[in-house]
């Protein structure tokens, strides 16, 4: 690649992988713009609504908070673990860890940006949320 590349607010896609419960819309990717190894957009989460839970397999991902006040449910040493955000917060999904996103109020979406390390958005939907080491969870990390 040898230029830059613009992709404006109305010309994000949702054509891209799906959670229940929220809408990701793709601008950064490799078939957006030819990325090798990013995939970047906008996520949003209507108001009082959850996603389901998920993974996002090897993909490193970053997120910003650009408005309302989403909630991010996990579990640590056994037990759920709620993440309260705001607009200017960012938070670090590691790869392979189960976890939703909950949006409490109800009267304001909330959205947020989110980068990846990879070029496509890897989402895998699960039934819950799980401890890593369990034999019977499917997202497991293959090998």
């Known amino acids: 690649m040898s230029r830059l590349y613009r992709v ?4 994000l896609t949702g054509d891209t992988a799906q959670s229940s419960g929220m809408r990701r819309e793709e601008a950064i990717s490799g078939r957006t713009v030819g ?9 949003t989460v209507a108001p009082a609504t959850n996603s389901a839970d998920h993974h996002h397999g090897e993909s490193e991902t ?3 908070v650009v408005s309302g006040h989403p909630e991010f449910v996990f579990l640590e040493n056994g037990a759920e673990r709620r993440m309260r955000t705001g607009p200017g917060d960012f938070v670090y999904v590691p790869p392979w860890v189960p ?11 909330a959205v947020v940006v989110i980068s990846r390390t990879t070029q ?4 895998v939907n699960l039934p819950g949320l799980w ?4 034999a019977d969870a ?4 293959p090998g």
Do not use: F, K
């Open 99 to 109: 976890h939703r996103e909950e949006n409490p109020n109800p009267d304001e979406d």
């Open 138 to 141: 499917a997202w497991h990390r």
């Open 35 to 43: 990325s090798d190894r990013l995939w970047t957009g906008r996520t």
């Open 62 to 64: 970053s997120i910003y």
């Open 8 to 11: 404006g607010a109305g010309e």
């Open 120 to 123: 496509e958005a890897i989402v």
């Open 131 to 134: 401890l890593p080491g369990e």
